[in-house]
């Protein structure tokens, strides 16, 4: 990845590891003190979002690593694998969450206190912000990493609106609805295990190298036919490895060429390609003669 795509993912990633802690002990005591269940599973969730943010960031860092005579092709995939693994994290926090709000449900217990309203409401906002901001950075580097950290900070947003909900409701009924903000808790489980499939489906076809970019194969065609000498294009086939692209492309060209001239012309076609498009992490050439 550029070295400027690579610090962007690196500040994003750290932005997501201090803001869970913060949200995390926030959660954590409030749910405590406040005896709602509900805001103690968000802040489970919260803390597991920490380790997932500091996996990413090692991914990030790995993939990074320059390509070597064992890796020609770099450390790239990397980033999916650890993507892999953020989402064991959420299915994990998912399944634990369900478990103990039907423990709760099952026990009886006092009614949430107040102001843990208070708690939840600035901090729903705060976790939608923060999902803006680390999947705009996401989508700026086309890291899958980072993307599915931004998906934890929605999922962290979900839980803590399930968690007002349940609150909310428990408080307004009174007695006899203790359990609501259990409720909302398992019902927030069932999203978190939602938002896990959407996280997993991409980074899974990244590493099939399955076709999902068709706006930049029409880019490429289109920067090619700018080359003085390149008739026209044929196949070109896209696979995506850590924040970067590589292609196979046929080019057309006249067949009455010497070989020296049409080994010129992939060159040039693939200087062009590298300069227009710098999220391409190498081009090869495949020269189409036609008459």
Not at 9 to 33: H, M, R
Not at 161 to 166: E, N, R
Not at 180 to 198: C, E, T
């Amino acid at each position: 990845m550029s070295h400027s795509h690579h610090n962007t993912a690196i500040k994003a990633t750290l932005f997501s590891i201090f803001g869970n802690l913060i949200i995390a002990v926030i959660k954590l005591l409030g749910g405590f003190f406040g005896n709602s269940y509900a805001l103690i599973a968000d802040a489970i969730e919260s803390s597991t979002d920490i380790f997932a943010s500091v996996l990413v960031l090692f991914g990030l860092k790995y993939a990074n690593k320059p390509a070597d005579k064992n890796h020609p092709y770099g450390h790239g995939r990397a980033e999916p694998l650890i993507t892999f693994l953020v989402v064991g994290f959420l299915i994990f926090s998912a399944l634990f969450i369900a478990h103990e709000s039907i423990s709760n449900i099952k026990t009886p217990h006092q009614l949430p206190q107040k102001w843990t309203l208070l708690i939840l409401a600035p901090l729903i906002i705060w976790k939608e912000i923060s999902f803006q901001v680390v999947m705009k950075r996401a989508k700026e580097t086309n890291s899958s990493a980072l993307k599915a950290d931004a998906w934890h900070h929605r999922s962290d947003a979900i839980t803590s609106v399930a968690a007002f909900i349940g609150i909310s409701i428990a408080l307004y009924f009174g007695k006899g609805y203790e359990t609501a903000d259990d409720w909302a808790a398992l019902l927030a489980s069932g999203f978190i295990l939602y938002n896990s499939y959407k996280i997993f489906r991409p980074a899974l076809g990244e590493i099939m190298d399955e076709h999902l970019n068709d706006d930049l194969v029409a880019e490429i065609r289109k920067i090619a036919l700018t080359v003085n000498g390149i008739l026209g294009t044929e196949k070109c086939y896209i696979r995506k490895s850590g924040l970067k692209f590589y292609v196979d492309l046929h080019a057309m060209v006249n067949g009455n060429l010497s070989v020296k001239d049409g080994h010129f012309l992939a060159h040039q076609l693939k200087d062009k390609l590298m300069e227009k498009l710098p999220e391409l992490g190498n081009v090869l050439i495949h020269i189409e003669p036609v008459e």
